[in-house]
């Protein structure tokens, strides 16, 4: 398997892995000049290569750490280290510096390269680089997955007229599109990229949380499992502006009217943690949006917003983290 792509990190910071302090970890506060990230994977091996400019206001509480990696890394591996490209200001010590990406874990702590001591975020601009590979969880989904909220009933109907076609009737396209997995069900794949986003979420937002990302075709999704990401995103919201957003839905989470808003809140949570909102222009009759592939896009419906548009588009998200698909009228 090859996979190519681009990624974000964040800083964080966490627990000594032994002793658990401290108790309590608060995120440093910054702010965002640029943020590149790209990655390779080739089967279990993943190269990677980032580079962040930032401005720290808050420290946080906790060791310097780092998170966003495009896939967990693998277990039992006692730490994988990467080259360093550049380390310079908002650290509490900058010298002798390595890094180290935890196992089972997108995230890379940061500490001497004699293991003896961690760093803190210190205040200021910061310049963080590194690059190289590391072993990662072969099953494991990437970081951010871009959610699916569009669904609709026709989705639905689709799905039910192939089941009644059967698999054997279909024509070739038809099987095509079922087996890649249509949105009017939903599958294990679904469960497993929402649980992946969930559980970047929590680790943003400093919320404890347990989330399963393996699921498979003979898993069954039951109350348990609906009560724990229903009351996982209803702490998660809390974190929030949420004023206009959609209310987190009640179980059973059996109408894909629901699963659209489980999702459009996780994407709505999203662009808030990195400072960009979906809900950007109010548009009119004739006004012209060029897309991130370059094609135009024009307004014929009337006054609507963005994020009323886009539910028929794909959002792209720049390395830079901003939405770039209706960027700006042209």
Not at 35 to 46: A, T
Not at 106 to 112: E, F, G, R
Not at 162 to 172: A, C, D, P, V
Not at 245 to 268: A, C, F, G, H
Request: with cysteine.
């Amino acid at each position: 398997m090859t996979e190519t792509g681009n990624f974000q990190v964040f800083l964080s910071c966490r627990r000594d892995d032994e002793s658990g302090i401290p108790e309590t970890i608060v995120n440093p506060t910054y702010t965002v000049e640029y943020n590149y990230g790209s990655y390779q994977r080739v089967d279990d091996i993943c190269f990677i290569t980032f580079h962040i400019k930032a401005n720290i206001t808050n420290g946080g509480i906790g060791y310097a750490s780092i998170l966003g990696l495009p896939y967990k890394s693998a277990d039992s591996c006692g730490g994988q280290a990467l080259a360093m490209q550049e380390m310079f200001c908002g650290a509490s010590t900058i010298g002798n510096l390595t890094c180290a990406i935890k196992d089972n874990t997108k995230q890379i702590n940061l500490q001497q390269n004699n293991g003896l001591s961690a760093f803190y975020w210190g205040l200021g601009t910061i310049w963080i680089g590194f690059s190289g590979s590391y072993f990662i969880d072969e099953n494991a989904p990437s970081g951010w997955i871009d959610p699916i909220y569009n669904r609709t009933q026709a989705d639905i109907d689709k799905l039910e007229l192939y089941k009644s076609i059967g698999y054997r009737n279909l024509n070739e396209q038809q099987k095509t599109e079922y087996l890649a997995g249509m949105i009017g069900a939903l599958n294990y794949k679904d469960l497993n990229r929402i649980e992946n986003d969930l559980e970047l979420l929590s680790r943003l937002l400093n919320i404890p949380s347990i989330n399963k990302t393996d699921w498979n075709m003979l898993d069954i999704f039951g109350g348990e499992e609906s009560d724990r990401i229903i009351n996982q995103l209803k702490n998660m919201v809390l974190c929030f502006d949420s004023t206009g957003w959609p209310q987190v839905p009640d179980r059973p989470l059996n109408y894909y009217v629901k699963i659209n808003t489980i999702e459009s809140l996780l994407m709505l949570m999203y662009q808030s943690w990195i400072g960009t909102s979906i809900y950007t222009f109010l548009t009119n009759n004739g006004d012209r949006f060029l897309t991130n592939n370059g094609e135009n896009f024009i307004v014929s419906d009337g006054a609507t917003r963005v994020e009323l548009i886009t539910s028929n588009h794909e959002l792209i998200l720049t390395t830079t983290g901003y939405l770039n698909v209706f960027e700006k009228p042209i």
